[in-house]
């Protein structure tokens, strides 16, 4: 089966930090690029980081500059996103994402697996 699961979410106060995992399974995982997204409440879903073969990590929200990492272990086919200096504004729920591709869009009409969603609350 062919699936993206996210876990690590929860509720951290404001200036902690949270590690997500997306373990990837049933596809090549060279063979995607894979991303975080967000979708915070009452907002459209944007692109936060991503990791691809080509550029390694490219930053899509400027606002989480300095604060978040991507990182990614290709033996356990595993994405992490580590969030430092949290704050209420990260407040959202996060999904990974993989596109087929040897570089990151950020285009959330281009990914082609999501994961289920992983709740980030951020408490000030």
Not at 35 to 51: D, S, T
Not at 92 to 113: K, M, P, Q, W
Request: hydrophobic content about 35%; glycine content about 10%.
């Amino acid at each position: 089966e062919v699936q993206l699961v996210e876990s690590g979410g929860g509720l951290v106060q404001a200036g902690g930090s949270l590690r997500l995992s997306c373990a990837a399974s049933g596809f090549v995982f060279d063979d995607y690029a894979i991303g975080w997204f967000r979708e915070a409440p009452g907002k459209e879903r944007e692109a936060v980081l991503c990791i691809s073969s080509r550029d390694g990590s490219t930053l899509f929200a400027d606002s989480v500059k300095g604060r978040f990492t991507i990182s990614s272990d290709n033996a356990k086919n595993t994405v992490y996103l580590q969030m430092n200096s949290l704050r209420p504004e990260d407040t959202a729920v996060y999904y990974c994402a993989a596109e087929r591709s040897t570089y990151c869009s950020g285009s959330y009409y281009l990914a082609e697996i999501w994961g289920q969603g992983t709740l980030v609350t951020v408490s000030s």
